[in-house]
C-alpha cells in the first residue's frame, strides 16, 4: 500500500471517537460490551473491520446460542454442559476472535475477559469458556482461507469514464469483492447493471448536480446549505463505529435479551461485511470514474450537457478506488435493512454521533431508520465523491444483501 493510502487508511480511523466500556458485571450484556471493544483498536477500517466485527459476532452468536438455542447457529452448535454460562460463552469467544486477528489490543481484551470472569464465576465461567472457545476456532478456521490475504492489483483501462488512481496512490482492496462473503453465495450475487452511459442525460444529471453541489466552493457560491454541508461533513470517514453505536442504543430502548443481541448484531455484521463485497465486486468490474475525474474531464466524455471545470475540488477528499457502486450507501443500505426487519419500520429516537467534526454537528436526532439510508445518499453527492446513481444504486445493493442473509442464516431455532 502506498504512503498515501497509509495516510488514508489512518485518518479514516480517527474519524469516530468509541466510548469505551469493559464488562463489570454478569449482567450487562456482552454482546454490546464486546462490540465496543471491538472498535477500540486502531485498525484498517471499511471492509477489512466490517469483517473483523462479522468474525467476532458470528463467533459470539454461536457461542451464546449453542447454550441458550433461541437461534440456528452459523456453524455446527456446541453441545455445552448443564450450567455453562451464555455470557462467559459470548465473552471468550469474542476475546479468542479479536486477540486473534487483532492482536495490538491483546491487553485491553485481556482486562475485559478477566473483569467478566470475576463477575460470572464459576462453574457457569469454565463450561460457557468452553463452548466460546469452539466457538471462535470454528470461525477463525471458516475465515483462514476466504481470500482476503490474497494479493490483489488492479490494472486499469484508459479513456474516459475509467477510474485511475492518481499518481504516486494505489487502488485500495482491489481484490475485496473476490473475498468469500459470510451469506451470499459469491461476490457477484447482485451486482448492478452498471454506471450510466457517458453519452446519456442520467450522466449528466449526474455530473452536474455533483458539480453544483460538491464543491469545496458550493456552499460558498450559494449552492449547498451550512445544514447540508455539515451532513456531508458528518458522514466522511468510517461510518462503521457511528452505525454500531445506533444499533447499540436502539437495542437498548428495545431492551433485547442476550440472544437476541447476538443475533441482532450478528446479522447486521454479516450484512454489513457482504454489502461491502458486493460493492466492490461492483467497484472493480465497471472501474468508473469518480466526480473529480468527470468534471476535469469533462471535455472527453462525449456529452455536450456536461461541461468541463479543470480547477474543480469535491468538498471531501476522494478515496482510493471507483466510483460505482458507493461502499457508504451499500453498507448503510444493509445495516437499515437489518434493523427494519428487527425493530420495524414506525416511528423511533435515536442520536448518531461523531466527535470528530464541529461541536454544533457532532450529534445528529433521527426520529425513523429509513433516514440514515436518505441521508447517507445525499451525503456522499453533497461531498462531492459520489454520484447520484452509485449512491442509490448502492443502497439498493444492500438491501438485497441484507435480506438474502435475513432469509438464510441464524434463523429462530424454532422454525421448521
Known amino acids: 500500500m502506498s504512503r498515501l493510502n497509509l495516510l488514508f487508511a489512518r485518518l479514516v480511523v480517527l474519524s469516530t471517537t468509541v466510548c469505551v466500556v469493559s464488562p463489570t458485571s454478569a449482567n450487562a450484556d456482552v454482546v454490546l460490551d464486546w462490540n465496543r471493544l471491538a472498535l477500540t483498536v486502531p485498525s484498517a477500517v471499511g471492509p477489512p473491520q466490517a ?38 460463552a459470548g465473552a471468550v469467544a469474542a476475546h479468542r476472535v479479536l486477540t486473534t486477528v487483532l492482536p495490538a489490543g491483546n491487553a485491553v481484551y485481556d482486562a475485559a475477559l478477566a473483569s467478566a470472569q470475576a463477575a460470572i464465576g464459576e462453574p457457569g465461567w469454565s463450561l460457557g469458556a468452553l463452548v466460546g472457545v469452539v466457538a471462535a476456532d470454528n470461525i477463525l478456521a471458516m475465515r483462514l482461507s476466504d481470500g482476503f490475504t490474497t494479493p490483489a492489483t488492479y490494472n486499469p483501462g484508459s479513456g474516459p469514464g475509467i477510474w485511475i488512481p492518481p499518481t504516486g496512490v494505489s487502488a485500495l482492496l482491489p481484490g475485496f469483492g ?56 458528518f458522514w466522511v470517514g468510517n461510518s462503521i463505529p457511528i452505525f454500531q453505536q445506533i444499533a447499540r442504543q436502539i437495542s437498548g430502548l428495545r431492551q433485547l435479551g442476550l440472544s437476541e443481541n447476538a443475533q441482532l448484531f450478528a446479522l447486521l455484521s454479516i450484512a454489513g461485511v457482504d454489502a461491502y463485497i458486493a460493492a466492490w465486486d461492483s467497484k472493480y468490474t465497471f472501474t468508473f470514474w469518480r466526480p473529480i475525474n468527470a468534471i476535469r474531464n469533462a471535455d472527453i466524455d462525449g456529452n455536450p ?56 454537528e457532532q450529534v445528529r436526532t433521527y426520529l425513523r431508520i429509513r433516514e440514515l439510508a436518505i441521508e447517507m445518499i445525499e451525503a456522499r453527492v453533497l461531498a462531492g465523491i459520489h454520484f447520484r446513481t452509485a449512491d442509490r444504486d448502492g443502497d439498493r445493493v444492500g438491501r438485497q444483501v441484507a435480506q438474502f442473509a435475513i432469509s438464510h442464516v441464524l434463523r429462530p431455532a424454532q422454525e421448521h
Open 178 to 233: 473476490r473475498v468469500v462473503p459470510f451469506a451470499l453465495h459469491t461476490g457477484d450475487q447482485f451486482r448492478p447493471d452498471g454506471p450510466p452511459p457517458l453519452w446519456s442525460e442520467r450522466y449528466a444529471a449526474d455530473v452536474n448536480e455533483v458539480q453544483a453541489v460538491g464543491s469545496n466552493m458550493s456552499e460558498a457560491l450559494g449552492l449547498r446549505t451550512p445544514q447540508q454541508s455539515a451532513t456531508a461533513r
Open 305 to 360: 450537457a456536461t461541461v468541463k471545470d479543470s480547477a474543480w475540488t469535491p468538498l471531501a477528499p476522494t478515496p482510493p478506488f471507483p466510483d460505482y457502486v458507493s461502499g457508504h450507501t451499500t453498507y448503510t443500505g444493509a445495516f437499515v435493512h437489518i434493523l427494519e426487519h428487527v425493530f420495524g419500520t414506525g416511528a423511533v429516537t435515536f442520536t448518531a454521533t461523531n466527535l470528530n467534526v464541529p461541536v454544533p
Open 51 to 88: 469483517r473483523h466485527l462479522a468474525m467476532v459476532h458470528v463467533a459470539m452468536h454461536d457461542a451464546i446460542n449453542s447454550i441458550t438455542g433461541e437461534y440456528r447457529t452459523y456453524s455446527p452448535r456446541i453441545e455445552a454442559a448443564p450450567g455453562a454460562s451464555a455470557a462467559a
